[in-house]
């Protein structure tokens, strides 16, 4: 069984450390609160951390009033405060604060649970205090320890997510996998990028922050990144599109089945020589890459050659298959084009 600590959970505990040596340095009471709201509080990026505290101030205000509203009207007794928490909830995601729900739940249940002393303003600023601690906790470690490298991270879940990919778009076509581990490999690329299209918001949230070392740099690599998502979303459409159609498409249009297959063999090599030379590792000629791609587009012509004319039932499980290619190969030339772009920048900035 594998056993990673990853910096995200590093960070938390640092973060929780640090609350509970503050809160004991200060000498006050109930330091499990302010360490709950330090690992509540935990954002992937330092922008979100900023965001987060902006909600925190807010959702907290309404957390504060409902809860010295329902102290005074209500009591402390548990149906009260379970009462309370229901409204402050409803209230807090019809102001569209969703992020801070559970703080502010936290904030109420120890606001309201002020046993025999009750509710007075040197404890209201104690029980506060405690999330204050724990929010800006959380921050400082998230500023100061391992800053996340949002690029070196995107990069990855993108690159893991095509490498799936190019497996599939050379065992799919040749029907050579069985259909519970295709699924399986499936459901795989589907996750993964959900979570590259998840962490690319976090990332553009990331751009505005003030101490980018080389800010044009990274907006050329977040516009690439942005296109290698769009990219592997094509990928995993023509391969839905093949398992779905292709033994049709055996049946009925045998003359095209090896043209079709050889032209996602060299779209696929394309879109991997493409990785390549993102990363460094090859340069593209030119010449051979026309080349390339003007086999793939006479392909291209010769399926909608074969779609005109023909009957309903062939457009139904051709179309798919050609439109998909079709929409892949067109991003894969706006990607080569930025690629080739940021690639000539680098050389001008090392030059």
């Not at 640090?18 to 360490?35: D, N, P, Q, R, S």
């Not at 991997?272 to 890459?289: A, C, G, P, S, W």
């Not at 010769?302 to 779609?307: G, K, P, R, T």
């Not at 439109?323 to 706006?334: P, Y």
Request: charged content about 25%; cysteine-free.
């Amino acid at each position: 069984m594998e056993f990673n600590i990853g910096p995200r959970m590093l960070k938390t505990g640092l973060a929780a450390t640090l609350t509970l040596l503050i809160t004991g340095l200060v000498g006050l009471k109930l330091e499990i609160v302010a360490a709950i709201a330090a690992v509540l509080a935990m954002q992937p990026s330092i922008m979100r951390s900023f965001a987060y505290i902006k909600e925190v101030i807010i959702s907290n205000g309404v957390g504060l009033i409902f809860a010295l509203l329902g102290s005074f009207l209500l009591g402390n007794h548990p149906l009260a405060v379970g009462a309370i928490v229901i409204l402050s909830i409803a209230i807090n995601i019809k102001l569209g604060l969703t992020k801070t729900v559970s703080l502010t739940i936290l904030t109420i249940i120890t606001l309201m649970l002020s046993g025999e002393s009750g509710v007075d303003f040197v404890y209201i600023v104690e029980r506060l205090s405690l999330i204050v601690i724990g929010v800006l906790s959380a921050f400082v470690v998230n500023v100061a320890v391992f800053p996340p490298d949002h690029r070196k991270i995107l990069y990855s879940m993108i690159k893991d997510t095509s490498d799936r990919i190019h497996f599939l778009m050379r065992v799919v076509p040749n029907n050579t996998m069985t259909v519970p581990k295709l699924k399986e490999e499936d459901r795989e690329i589907e996750k993964g990028i959900t979570k590259a299209k998840d962490y690319y918001e976090i990332i553009s949230d990331e751009r505005n922050r003030l101490f980018i070392r080389n800010r044009r740099s990274f907006f050329r690599n977040i516009v690439i990144y942005k296109h290698m998502i769009k990219m592997l979303e094509k990928q995993h459409n023509l391969i839905r599109q093949l398992e779905k159609n292709l033994i049709e498409i055996e049946k009925d249009a045998e003359n095209k089945v090896y043209l079709i297959k050889k032209l996602i063999n060299e779209i696929n090599t394309y879109s991997e020589n493409v990785f390549l030379m993102y990363e460094d590792k090859i340069i593209l000629d030119r010449d051979l890459q026309k080349e390339t791609k003007s086999a793939m587009q006479l392909t291209i012509n010769n399926l909608i050659n074969e779609l005109q004319g023909a009957k309903f039932e062939k457009w139904f499980y051709l179309f798919p298959v050609a439109n998909s290619i079709i929409e892949l190969f067109s991003e894969l030339e706006k990607l080569e084009r930025l690629v080739r772009f940021n690639e000539r920048k680098e050389k001008r900035k090392k030059a």
